[in-house]
């Protein structure tokens, strides 16, 4: 694995430098096989970028893109990384982009972990970008270090997996290693000075921390973007 960490002075900086990233990966994309598959974060850090990505003129009828985790609420709860793309993406809906939910809450999260799974499954695969967030404790995703199905979860052969962790006022579905690692390039989105350290920690010593492991698993380009 090779990672590039990328400095920004601001965050306008980062929603710059992160917008056109994920434009440039699509426009790949979509000249090499007619369509693009992304995997993002939930989070404040990535909105902007996103924001700015749905100002864009991209074929978005050919782009397709789904959460790497989600709380286990409704679709349209304040707290859904679902509900938070489509609110960052107006335009690029309405020119077509499909955005696939991974929470069919109130289902019960036990009973539609199979569909999940089935549903990521069915997505064309390496995605063409995955792009993760990260926090102080050093999750990604739904990876949290205080989980007690964490080691399971790491490990399993499934895409989709249930996350429990204390720390959490509601249970997750998150995209597993196995998925996050079918991609192309891994892009990593933080901000703050505790993140700045957290990662330069794991990407010194990855056993300590979920994303540690996740990245020093990871066989593609990992760009890092962070500011202050």
């Known amino acids: 694995m090779s990672e590039a960490l990328l400095v920004h002075a601001d965050r306008d900086g980062l929603a710059a430098a992160l917008a056109a990233q994920l434009g440039d990966a699509i426009e790949a994309a979509v000249g090499r096989s007619g369509a693009a598959t992304l995997v993002v974060a939930g989070g404040s850090t990535p909105a902007p970028a996103y924001r700015a990505l749905d100002a864009s003129s991209l074929a978005f009828a050919r782009v397709t893109m789904l959460p790497s985790d989600e709380r286990w609420v409704p ?20 020119a077509g982009l499909t955005v696939v939910p991974l929470s069919s809450a109130p289902t019960p999260i ?34 949290f270090p205080d989980d007690p199905a964490i080691a399971e979860n790491e490990a399993s052969e499934a895409l989709a997996a249930i996350a429990r962790p204390p720390s ?18 891994l892009v990593l989105a933080i901000s703050g000075a505790e993140k700045r350290r957290v990662i330069e920690e794991a990407l010194q010593q990855p056993d300590l921390h979920p994303i540690g492991r996740l990245l020093a698993r990871s066989e593609v380009p990992t760009t890092i973007h962070w500011c202050p």
Do not use: Y
């Open 75 to 94: 679709v349209d709860h304040e707290l859904s990384n679902d509900a938070m793309l489509r609110s960052c993406f107006p335009s690029a809906l309405a």
């Open 110 to 143: 036990e009973d539609a972990l199979r569909d999940v799974d089935t549903a990521v499954g069915a997505l064309p695969s390496p995605f063409d970008v995955v792009l993760l967030g990260m926090g102080d404790d050093g999750h990604t995703a739904s990876l």
């Open 168 to 185: 959490q006022p509601t249970a997750r579905v998150t995209l597993t290693p196995r998925a996050l690692l079918k991609a192309r390039e």
